[in-house]
């Protein structure tokens, strides 16, 4: 596996582990769309999407397009958590190419407010 990189310079982007080999064109579509299905997770309880939170730390596509997506709650007491992999998985099999879903849950580094998004501190009013 290759060094894993940040999607972007956001505070909140995961990293992701670019696969030597899929086609670079290839990764980044399916990285892209990855996210958004992303965005299209939401905690019931937060106005703002899990990616836009930052509670997602890591996306890795291996070679057969499999996913594996390190993620996170607000808080361990989360009353969805059992259920938000699953809904991430769920979103994330949507994917064009993708073969299958591994998420997650870690708690290590514990999540905290500086990992949101501009977007998600405009959606919540945290400024």
Partial sequence: MNDLTPINDAPNAPQVNPSAGLPPEELDRMTDDIVAALK???DPEIP???YEL???YRVEIDDNRNVTIDMTLTAPGCPVAGEMPGWVENAVATV???QAVTVNMVFDPPWDQSRMSDEARV?????
Avoid: E, R
């Fill in 48 to 50: 703002a999407d899990i």
């Fill in 123 to 127: 959606a919540l009013d945290m400024w």
């Fill in 40 to 42: 299209t997770v939401y």
């Fill in 96 to 98: 064009q190419g993708v």
């Fill in 54 to 56: 930052g509670l997602i």
